[in-house]
Nanobody, 116 residues
Framework: QVQLVESGGGLVQPGGSLRLSCAAS????????MGWYRQAPGKERELVATITTGGSTNYAESVKGRFTISRENDKNTVNLQMNSLKPEDTAVYYC??????????WGQGTQVTVSS
């Protein structure tokens, strides 16, 4: 199995920045993609950004130009730098890892609140 631990959420004012991190452990050898999803109250979980082991990235239109996903392969960690945050970015952010062996694995989620 793959275990994921997220960190870095919190409260920030509109226009501010936060950095989320997700550390993977366990059977990580077959992970081919990691990413971030988010779920706001009353809404479905949605993709925020993903990155493959080769470094290819994909972003939701709503975060392009503001968020940056990166991966530290030697540390089995994926980061999400979030700039110019908006109130509509408020959600629980979940880390996801996809492996050939186990399929998708999820972290426990971290709350991001953007409010003045």
């Amino acid at each position: 199995q793959v275990q994921l631990v997220e960190s870095g959420g919190g409260l920030v004012q509109p226009g501010g920045s936060l950095r989320l991190s997700c550390a993977a452990s366990g059977s990580i050898g077959s992970i081919y993609r990691m990413g971030w999803y988010r779920q706001a109250p009353g809404k479905e979980r949605e993709l925020v950004a993903t990155i493959t082991t080769g470094g290819s990235t994909n972003y939701a239109e709503s975060v392009k130009g503001r968020f940056t996903i990166s991966r530290e392969n030697d540390k089995n960690t994926v980061n999400l730098q979030m700039n110019s945050l908006k109130p509509e970015d408020t959600a629980v952010y979940y880390c996801e890892a996809r492996s050939y062996q186990f399929g998708p694995s999820w972290g426990q989620g971290t709350q991001v609140t953007v409010s003045s």
